[in-house]
């Protein structure tokens, strides 16, 4: 299945995108793509205890499981105000 | 009535709440949120905003959907920028009128905490000698 995944802020400083399409095996979770990504880039994987993730524009946990065509955004601590 | 806008351009502030509010409401409460030119013992020379636009009209509208929900208030109005900011522009307006000023004080107070916290949207700070993402934590 194919998911897009958002990068914002520092997350998206960290991975050099906004948005990027991946490729993964039925059943991932959001869990499973952070592991992918922390193997490539080693900060985010530091960064992991402050991260927040959403699935289709609603917060979620990393157990959440992805469909195919989901949208999974890496959201840094917010700051807006 | 709800209003949630996210821009780019400052916020008329005036133009905005001179249409909120009814004849039975006897309060209107603002808040505006302004950058401003000092934090972490640095001049900060202007603020950038990033912004998961679609989600954070999401968030911005549910947070007025609940205060709607447990204040009795007549208008609720959040306008948040995005992109460059200067110094002493505003970042954020909300407005909340009601027939009382008290639930206008607590649903206000309210919102600019909630959205602290949960609306995703980043502040970047910048300074004569470099810039960094900031967060209420940090």
Not at chain 2, 16 to 21: M, T
Not at chain 2, 73 to 78: E, P
Not at chain 2, 111 to 128: G, H, S
Request: charge should be negative; glycine fraction near 6%.
């Amino acid at each position: 299945m194919k998911i897009r995944v958002k990068a914002f802020a520092a997350v998206r400083e960290i991975l050099g995108y906004r948005e990027r399409e991946m490729e993964l095996r039925d059943g991932s979770s959001v869990g499973d793509v952070f592991g992918i990504l922390s193997i490539s880039f080693e900060e985010l994987g530091e960064m992991k205890d402050s991260l927040i993730f959403a699935v289709n524009e609603e917060y979620c946990d990393e157990e959440r499981v992805l469909d195919n065509n989901d949208i999974l955004a890496i959201l840094p601590p917010v700051s807006g105000g | 009535m709800i209003r949630i806008l996210v821009q780019a351009d400052p916020i008329d502030v005036e133009e905005h709440l001179k249409d909120l509010g009814t004849r039975e409401d006897g309060a209107l409460v603002s808040f505006i949120g302004r950058a401003r030119s000092r934090s972490r013992d640095k001049t900060v020379t202007h603020l950038e905003y990033e912004i998961y636009e679609s989600m954070a009209e999401k968030e911005l509208r549910r947070i007025a959907e609940l205060v709607s929900a447990r204040w009795p208030v007549t208008d609720i109005l959040i306008v948040h920028r995005y992109g460059r900011v200067e110094i002493g522009e505003s970042s954020i307006l909300i407005a909340v009128s009601s027939a009382h000023r008290d639930e206008a004080f607590q649903s206000a107070r309210y919102i600019i905490d909630t959205v602290k916290k949960t609306v995703p949207i980043w502040k970047r700070e910048f300074y004569d000698d470099g810039s960094m993402w900031v967060s209420e934590r940090s």
